[in-house]
């Protein structure tokens, strides 16, 4: 069975600093990794996409992919709490798949 | 910007009633996915639709049902509503069928079945 894999957390860390969030994935043919941010009560909301190994940088976030150990991850710089949220993984699988496997999210508590 | 609308942000039934929930997008897009959200279990594909009078099942689709008459729209049904089916509801959509797709996610229903 496909899988993604996310620590629920809480991650609690304090206002400033950087916040490190992890997604592990089964499929060593997955293609697409996606990160979205969700607010208690919300829906969610794309932050980043990455699609080759390496690092992706967006103002404060930066995400890292690593296919060859199958891990993906989210760096929060400067960390608000206003970034307070759960952060759900998101990864498409081989063979072309369009159908998204989201991990359970974790979640986040940046405290000033 | 994208727009996913869903008709209800909070529903309450009662067991046994037939539930419709609406989903609506504004950007012409080919696919539509309904999701329930529980606490601990994360997002769970329901049903999916990557064209009109087209569906597919997703990972649990007992007890649901799905209907996709107009490219736009794509409606969630509940033949006989039963307890275990209170949840929050999340319609989505995305453009192409590739595999770099984008979900767009609407505002959510949160459904209470008593």
């Known amino acids: 069975q496909k899988e993604v894999e996310q620590n629920s957390g809480p991650l609690s860390v304090p206002e400033g600093a950087i916040a490190s969030l992890n997604c592990t994935y089964s499929?060593?043919?997955?293609?697409?990794f996606f990160w979205y941010r969700q607010y208690s009560g919300k829906s969610p909301e794309l932050i980043m996409s990455?699609?080759?190994?390496g690092d992706k940088e967006d103002g404060r976030f930066t995400a890292q992919l690593n296919k060859a150990s199958q891990y993906v991850s989210l760096l929060i710089r400067d960390s608000q709490p206003s970034d307070s949220a759960t952060y759900l993984c998101?990864?498409?699988?081989?063979?072309?798949?369009?159908?998204?496997?989201f991990g359970r999210g974790t979640s986040l508590i940046v405290h000033p | 910007d994208v727009k996913v609308t869903q008709s209800s942000r909070y529903l309450v039934k009662r067991t046994g009633e037939k539930v419709f929930l609406e989903c609506v997008q504004d950007m012409d897009h080919e696919n539509m996915f309904w999701y329930r959200q529980d606490p601990g279990l994360g997002l769970r594909l329901i049903y999916f639709?990557?064209?009109?009078?087209?569906?597919e099942k997703g990972d649990i689709p007992e007890g649901y049902s799905v209907s996709r008459e107009k490219k736009e729209r794509f409606s969630l049904i509940l033949e006989s509503a039963s307890t275990n089916q209170t949840s929050m509801y999340l319609c989505a959509s995305s453009l192409l069928a590739g595999n770099t797709d984008t979900q767009y996610f609407g505002p959510g229903t949160r459904l209470t079945v008593l």
């Open positions: 499929d060593r043919g997955s293609q697409s």
């Open positions: 998101a990864v498409n699988m081989g063979g072309g798949s369009y159908i998204p496997t």
């Open positions: 990455i699609y080759s190994n």
């Open positions: 639709s990557y064209d009109v009078k087209m569906k």
